[in-house]
């Protein structure tokens, strides 16, 4: 190969780099999406995630009501538009029956992956799966168990703690204490979902205290079985188990 068609070829590898280059998907404006409620619920929850005044937003309420997806889009195009350099995704290591990470093999990462599928899942509608994979080892995006808060600070970052349900007290006293400059903590659950007894539940807890005190910052949206918009069957299930 000539010494001229070789710099072609090396050229037109770095264009096809570029066109995958994380930075310029992340800031591209035309990739920036809005954001559609389905519900009242919805609608209320996303005004509240958007008002950059509310540092700390809690949503509690039945299955299907959208309150973890909401939460995720927003945080994602708050990325994309570089109002945040860092989504950091967690919850409790619980599962049901009890079941614990450490029974997984493989690194934390992928031992919190099966936990973190559905925030993962609202990732994938906006990039390639090799893309997070990439922004996962490049510590864009963080997959980290709620044991492993303490002591850290979170710094241009929108927190996603799922399933907080399952959380203790002193977990979600931690978790929203890591809470540093230019970031952001949404806390999503269940309350009719926990594994915890209601005195040892750590939303259960959140929510009380707030229900009492009128705080600047942190605001809590409760939805309800008239938000549920993932199937209509969902309402009759939860109709049975009440």
Do not use: C
């Not at 264009?15 to 919805?42: A, C, H, Y």
């Not at 029956?97 to 031992?111: C, Q, S, T, Y």
């Amino acid at each position: 190969m000539s010494r001229n068609r070789a710099a072609k070829a090396q050229k037109r590898i770095v264009q096809v780099e570029n066109t995958i280059n994380f930075n310029q998907v992340v800031k591209n404006p035309k990739r920036i999406f809005d954001i559609i409620p389905k519900s009242l619920g919805q609608e209320q929850l996303l005004l509240k995630l958007q008002d950059k005044s509310n540092h700390i937003v809690v949503a509690v309420g039945p299955a299907g009501t959208g309150k973890t997806y909401i939460a995720m889009q927003n945080a994602i195009k708050d990325f994309k538009q570089g109002l945040v350099k860092k989504l950091i995704l967690t919850r409790p290591a619980v599962g049901v029956e009890d079941e614990r990470h450490g029974f997984l093999p493989g690194n934390i990462v992928a031992k919190m992956e099966p936990w973190t599928r559905p925030l993962l899942d609202v990732l994938k509608e906006h990039y390639h799966p090799r893309d997070i994979i990439s922004m996962i080892d490049d510590g864009v995006v963080e997959i980290s168990p709620l044991a492993f808060m303490r002591g850290r600070t979170f710094k241009d970052s929108w927190v996603i703690a799922d399933e907080m349900q399952n959380a203790t007290p002193g977990q979600v006293k931690m978790l929203l204490t890591r809470i540093g400059e230019n970031s952001r903590i949404a806390v999503t659950g269940d309350i009719e979902q926990t594994d915890r007894k209601v005195q040892d539940n750590g939303l259960v807890d959140i929510v009380d205290r707030l229900h009492k005190a009128n705080l600047l910052g942190i605001v809590v949206q409760e939805m309800t079985r008239k938000d549920i918009k993932r199937h209509p069957i969902i309402d009759s299930i939860l109709s049975v188990y009440q």
